[in-house]
């Protein structure tokens, strides 16, 4: 079936540090790939996205790379900051159709100073 | 920029009262999708409709209903509140077709059923 597995958080992190979180998924066919943000107490945004194999998204110094080969599109940054804190969601696309996104649990990142 | 607005970000309601969750949307998107989020479970899909006065079942549709009666809004119904339905309740839309299959997201109702 479609699912889309994230590493369990919280992650905590010092700021500066790097950020790995990783996102492996299970569906049919070539999904798109995506990133999703929340921060406290607001909805979800997207960070970034990924529509083909080999594509890489980046925004706000956050990367992910489409990796067909291992059906993974993990999450990296290489210096993260307080303002980063956040729980991260891992999509991708369902192609049964209805425009439909499948989510992981998602994973808390908390960043100190 | 897309927005994607919803009634109430927080409510508090008792068991058994009927309740309504609103999202507008200003983009003339023909998709629009209700979720609810929880701890360790990420977002479930509760409905969604492609077209107004057009709905389908997601993952989890019991207990709720929907109404679309147009275009940029989209209901969320608890036609009997129970304490299970505590939880973030988020609005989506996007266009048909999508691009990429991105989705916008609303702010999110926090909803407390006592």
């Known amino acids: 079936g479609n699912s889309v597995t994230q590493m369990e958080g919280p992650v905590t992190l010092s700021e500066e540090a790097f950020l790995t979180i990783n996102c492996t998924y299970t569906?049919?066919?070539?999904?798109?790939l995506f990133w999703y943000v929340q921060y406290p107490g607001e909805g979800l945004q997207l960070l970034l996205k990924a529509t083909k194999a080999d594509d890489k998204g980046s925004n706000k110094g956050f990367e992910a790379t489409y990796r067909k080969e291992t059906t993974s599109f993990h999450l990296e940054k290489g210096s993260v900051q307080v303002s980063d804190s956040a729980v991260y969601f891992c999509a991708h696309s369902f192609s049964g159709g209805y425009n439909k996104l499948i989510f992981g649990a998602g994973t808390r990142l908390a960043v100190h100073p | 920029d897309v927005k994607v607005t919803q009634s109430s970000r927080y409510l508090v309601k008792r068991t058994g009262e009927k309740v309504f969750l609103e999202c507008v949307q200003d983009m003339d998107h023909e998709n629009m999708f209700w979720y609810r989020q929880d701890p360790g479970l990420g977002l479930r899909l509760i409905y969604f409709?492609?077209?107004?006065?057009?709905?389908e079942k997601g993952d989890i549709p019991e207990g709720y209903s929907v109404s679309r009666e147009k275009k940029e809004r989209f209901s969320l119904i608890l036609e009997s509140a129970s304490t299970n339905q505590t939880s973030m309740y988020l609005c989506?839309?996007?266009?048909?077709?999508?691009?990429?299959?991105?989705?916008?997201f609303g702010p999110g109702t926090r909803l407390t059923v006592l």
């Open positions: 409709s492609y077209d107004v006065k057009m709905k």
């Open positions: 569906a049919t066919g070539y999904p798109s």
């Open positions: 989506a839309s996007n266009q048909n077709p999508p691009r990429d299959n991105e989705q916008f």
